[in-house]
């Protein structure tokens, strides 16, 4: 299937104006659904609408880009964070996390957000993003850099920019977008580790993206967390439009526990 590469930064900008919008000076922003979930050993979690790649392996597309728009109900950030808190409480968890699309869309409301959690002392928070716009901006790693109860995972989209063309459908200069979030972070003493989706990559190129994060900071190479596709249905049929075929992949079923 041919494309023409989109500008990844454009699109999550764009997205900014359909997915979030400023009530008496709160910053409120789009989601789907809340719920516990299993991952990181239990973190109470809010799903966001709205992401600006088009992953072709992602689980939550549906929720992301096309459908942004019609999709979801606006909260707070008071409200999130008080739906986090007591979806930990219940559970016992000490974990929360904003996923299901991309939580760096309206950054305001993001910084809101944890504004909010601060006062929560039994809960850190972990930012899981594709990186596009903590790369293009290095005020927002700055600002991140207030919150000592957050850690970053930022998850790369394949081992190099030619991946990530053939994984998003955007632009290969996002790549270097995802590799400057993680060095904007790492600069601005922020916690946080790199996660790559290697179901479509060579072990060559992984070898030489672990080279690329070790001249950033060697311990973004020794912590780099894999990834592979989970094969749901609509992945798979997805996968198979574009032509792609992993080489290695997790039926639903059985899919490894995920830790910080
Ligand atoms: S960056 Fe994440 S949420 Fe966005 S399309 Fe890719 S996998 Fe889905």
């Known amino acids: 299937m041919n494309h023409t590469p989109y500008d990844p930064v454009e699109r999550h900008r764009l997205l900014e104006r359909w997915v979030s919008r400023t009530v008496n000076g709160h910053f409120e922003r789009k989601y789907w659904r809340f719920r516990a979930d299993r991952w990181y050993g239990g973190v109470a979690t809010a799903d966001c609408v709205g992401c600006g790649l088009s992953c072709r392996f992602c689980w939550a597309n549906e929720n992301s880009f096309y459908n942004s728009d019609s999709t979801g109900f606006y909260q707070s950030p008071q409200e999130v964070a008080a739906r986090l808190g007591s979806t930990a409480s219940a559970k016992g968890y000490n974990q929360a996390r904003v996923s299901g699309g991309e939580p760096t869309i309206s950054m305001p409301h993001l910084l809101q957000l944890l504004e909010r959690l601060r006062y929560n002392k039994s809960l850190n928070f972990i930012l899981e993003t594709n990186g596009i716009l903590l790369g293009n901006d290095r005020n927002f790693s700055r600002a991140l850099s207030d919150f000592r109860f957050l850690h970053v995972r930022v998850s790369l989209k394949g081992c190099n920019e030619d991946d990530f063309e053939k994984l998003t459908g955007a632009s290969s200069q996002g790549f270097e977008f995802q590799l400057q979030s993680l060095k904007n972070l790492v600069d601005d003493g922020v916690s946080c580790h790199a996660a790559v989706m290697t179901s479509f990559s060579s072990r060559d190129s992984f070898l030489q993206l672990a080279n ?44 490894p526990e995920r830790l910080v």
């Open 212 to 255: 690329r994060l070790s001249s950033i900071d060697p311990r973004l190479a020794r912590d780099l967390e894999t990834e592979e596709v989970i094969m749901y249905p609509r992945v798979a049929k997805k996968l198979r439009a574009f032509g792609l075929r992993p080489c290695s992949e997790h039926r639903p079923d059985n899919v």
